[in-house]
Each structure stands twice: as C-alpha cells, then as structure tokens.
C-alpha cells in the first residue's frame, strides 16, 4: 500500500507552510494573498505528486 500524499509534503516540496497549501488548495489564495506564482507553484506539485484530498479527514 502506497502512502497517501498529504497537504504537509506538498508544503515541504514546494517550501511553503501548510497553511498556505491548504489555501491554494482551497481555491481561497486572494483572501490569503497568496502570489499568483507561488499559487501555480503549488497546484502543480500538488498535481505531479497526485494529491487527493481526505474526505474522511474534511468531515
């Protein structure tokens, strides 16, 4: 079983916080001013790493 990808690695890859990934992720990047680089930046590791969100987690 392959471990699932979680908000905390795709921070540590790109070298952001948690916070911020969780933003971006969110689609909540304006509220936070998150730049609009750093915002690619994240959904593409997010993408190329195969990010799925926790829906058991959200809840």
């Known amino acids: ?4 990808v979680s908000i905390k690695d ?5 070298g952001v916080s948690t ?3 969780s933003y971006v992720l969110n689609g909540k990047e304006r509220e936070a001013r998150v730049g609009e680089e750093i915002a690619g930046k994240v959904r593409k590791v997010a993408a ?12």
Do not use: H, S, W
Not at 52 to 58: C, G, K, S, V, W
């Open 1 to 4: 079983m392959t471990k699932r």
């Open 10 to 14: 795709i921070a540590e890859k790109v």
């Open 19 to 21: 916070a911020l990934v």
């Open 48 to 59: 190329e790493m195969n990010y799925q969100p926790n829906l058991i987690a959200r809840g």
